[in-house]
């Protein structure tokens, strides 16, 4: 990993990645978008090794800008390697998980499709001149094993659900196109596990009956799975323990 884009840098998990990736890849430069690069922590805006971007997954009105600063860091005719998609939504203040249909909003709904699905689709549209070199390319969406349709046995959290589910089926569209026109590529869904973070943090109560992982351990896992990550993984869904989750 020498040239990789995280989005959604400033969160528990994009941020963990960032820094574990400078960590374990000496020679790597990472590109961080997120809403507000003054969020992001002190090591990624301090080190000469990252670029932060302002960048909203729900405004496609940002990605010129963002391709435009992308250009000055990551020239397209040397590429991205690596492309990790760490932006997500499951709770607001005007957002949270249902627990029953009544709950259901059509702007909740929306919401959580503009930053799960829709910000990530649009943003590989805008990356493509980037991934047309000749190595090869990791392409992987954080998602949730919520987003499974067949490991749901509990229901609720409409939104969120629906929106990670249609971000597996995009990412596993993605698998099928991108080896044509960028190969080599492998597009992959992974699985974080339960993570510390602001996203989880509503729910500690009932996280005490789970494994939760610090954002450094989810961080190291996946980046375990993903380095092993090969043309042959591609359109797969993999869990943080790299074993692979059913859709």
Same mark, same amino acid.
């Given at each position: 990993?020498?040239?990789?884009?995280?989005?959604?840098?400033?969160?528990?998990?994009?941020?963990?990645?960032?820094?574990?990736?400078?960590?374990?890849?000496?020679?790597?430069?990472?590109?961080?978008?997120?809403?507000?690069?003054?969020?992001?922590?002190?090591?990624?805006?301090?080190?000469?090794?990252?670029?932060?971007?302002?960048?909203?997954?729900?405004?496609?009105?940002?990605?010129?800008?963002?391709?435009?600063?992308?250009?000055?860091?990551?020239?397209?005719?040397?590429?991205?390697?690596?492309?990790?998609? @760490?932006?997500?939504? *499951? &709770?607001?203040? =005007?957002?949270?998980? /249902?627990?029953?249909?009544?709950?259901?909003?059509?702007? +909740?709904?929306?919401?959580?499709?503009?930053?799960?699905?829709?910000?990530?689709?649009?943003?590989?549209?805008?990356?493509?001149?980037?991934?047309?070199?000749?190595?090869?390319?990791?392409?992987?969406?954080?998602?949730?094993?919520?987003?499974?349709?067949?490991?749901?046995?509990?229901?609720?959290?409409?939104?969120?659900?629906?929106?990670?589910?249609?971000?597996?089926?995009?990412?596993?569209?993605?698998?099928?196109?991108?080896?044509?026109?960028?190969?080599?590529? @492998?597009?992959?869904? *992974? &699985?974080?596990? =339960?993570?510390?973070? /602001?996203?989880?943090?509503?729910?500690?109560?009932?996280? +005490?009956?789970?494994?939760?992982?610090?954002?450094?351990?989810?961080?190291?896992?996946?980046?375990?799975?993903?380095?092993?990550?090969?043309?042959?993984?591609?359109?797969?869904?993999?869990?943080?323990?790299?074993?692979?989750?059913?859709?």
């Amino acid at each position: 990993m020498k040239r990789v884009l995280i989005a959604g840098a400033s969160g528990a998990i994009g941020a963990a990645l960032a820094e574990a990736i400078l960590a374990e890849h000496p020679d790597s430069w990472v590109v961080g978008l997120c809403r507000d690069p003054d969020r992001a922590p002190e090591t990624l805006r301090s080190s000469d090794r990252v670029t932060l971007v302002p960048w909203d997954a729900s405004d496609s009105g940002s990605l010129a800008s963002m391709t435009e600063a992308l250009e000055s860091v990551f020239p397209a005719r040397e590429g991205i390697d690596t492309v990790i998609y @760490a932006a997500g939504l *499951l &709770h607001s203040d =005007t957002v949270f998980p /249902e627990k029953r249909l009544e709950d259901l909003s059509a702007d +909740a709904m929306s919401q959580a499709f503009a930053v799960n699905v829709t910000g990530f689709a649009l943003l590989v549209q805008a990356l493509i001149p980037w991934l047309r070199h000749k190595e090869l390319k990791r392409i992987a969406a954080i998602s949730a094993k919520v987003g499974s349709i067949t490991d749901n046995r509990f229901g609720g959290w409409y939104a969120y659900r629906c929106s990670k589910a249609a971000l597996n089926m995009l990412v596993r569209t993605m698998s099928v196109e991108l080896p044509r026109r960028c190969r080599p590529a @492998a597009c992959v869904v *992974l &699985h974080p596990g =339960t993570t510390e973070s /602001e996203l989880s943090a509503p729910f500690s109560q009932s996280l +005490a009956k789970l494994t939760v992982h610090t954002p450094a351990e989810t961080a190291k896992n996946l980046l375990n799975v993903l380095g092993a990550v090969t043309e042959e993984d591609n359109g797969r869904f993999l869990s943080w323990d790299g074993s692979e989750l059913p859709w």
